[in-house]
T-cell receptor, first 112, second 115 residues
Framework: GEDVEQSLFLSVREGDSSVINCTYTDSSSTYLYWYKQEPGAGLQLLTYIFSNMDMKQDQRLTVLLNKKDKHLSLRIADTQTGDSAIYFCAESTSSGTYKYIFGTGTRLKVLA | DVKVTQSSRYLVKRTGEKVFLECVQDMDHENMFWYRQDPGLGLRLIYFSYDVKMKEKGDIPEGYSVSREKKERFSLILESASTNQTSMYLC??????????????FGQGTRLTVV
């Protein structure tokens, strides 16, 4: 079945890089996403990567995809206190109804 | 600016009550979703709808039903609320482009407490 896993917590110092990891099981995934949830809010799309890409860079964000190992990571350079949030990876598959499968979420805490 | 609006931010209901959670989107999206979010479990899909009057069960539909009579509105119904349905409920919508990339837009969430 489909499953997306993340570690639950990550703590970094302001100015350092953060790396949030995700593993998924569905090899038919077409797009993989990173969403951010700030306290008391819904989820907002941060970035996404198509499954035939290895890397995508968007300002401070770098997404790496290892399709062989079904591993996705999100690197945030120069992490700021405003980056403190829960980060969800999600996959969208071409099988069935194109629904999202979300990971468990990683709570990032940035220490000043 | 795209918008998904959930009718309540906070709700407190009694065990056994029938509860309605409402969600409205203004983007003419075909697909709408209801998730519940619990610590350590991430987002779990309850139901989704890919068109008016169409619905499919997600991963945890037990104890819930849904209604989609109009394209912009997707309602989640707890037929007889129980304490294990205390959770954060998130509604989302997205455009249907088949396997093409589409972003999901989320409401702000409804925190439901069943006492």
């Amino acid at each position: 079945g489909e499953d997306v896993e993340q570690s639950l917590f990550l703590s970094v110092r302001e100015g350092d890089s953060s790396v949030i990891n995700c593993t998924y099981t569905d090899s038919s995934s077409t797009y993989l996403y990173w969403y951010k949830q700030e306290p008391g809010a819904g989820l907002q799309l941060l970035t996404y990567i198509f499954s035939n890409m290895d890397m995508k860079q968007d300002q401070r964000l770098t997404v790496l995809l290892n399709k062989k190992d079904k591993h996705l990571s999100l690197r945030i350079a120069d992490t700021q206190t405003g980056d403190s949030a829960i980060y969800f990876c999600a996959e969208s598959t071409s099988s069935g109804t194109y629904k999202y499968i979300f990971g468990t979420g990683t709570r990032l805490k940035v220490l000043a | 600016d795209v918008k998904v609006t959930q009718s309540s931010r906070y709700l407190v209901k009694r065990t056994g009550e029938k509860v309605f959670l409402e969600c409205v989107q203004d983007m003419d999206h075909e697909n709408m979703f209801w998730y519940r979010q619990d610590p350590g479990l991430g987002l779990r899909l309850i139901y989704f709808s890919y068109d008016v009057k169409m619905k499919e069960k997600g991963d945890i539909p037990e104890g819930y039903s849904v209604s989609r009579e109009k394209k912009e509105r997707f309602s989640l119904i707890l037929e007889s609320a129980s304490t294990n349905q205390t959770s954060m409920y998130l509604c989302a919508s997205r455009e249907n482009r088949g396997i093409g990339n589409t972003e999901a837009f989320f409401g702000q969430g409804t925190r439901l407490t069943v006492v």
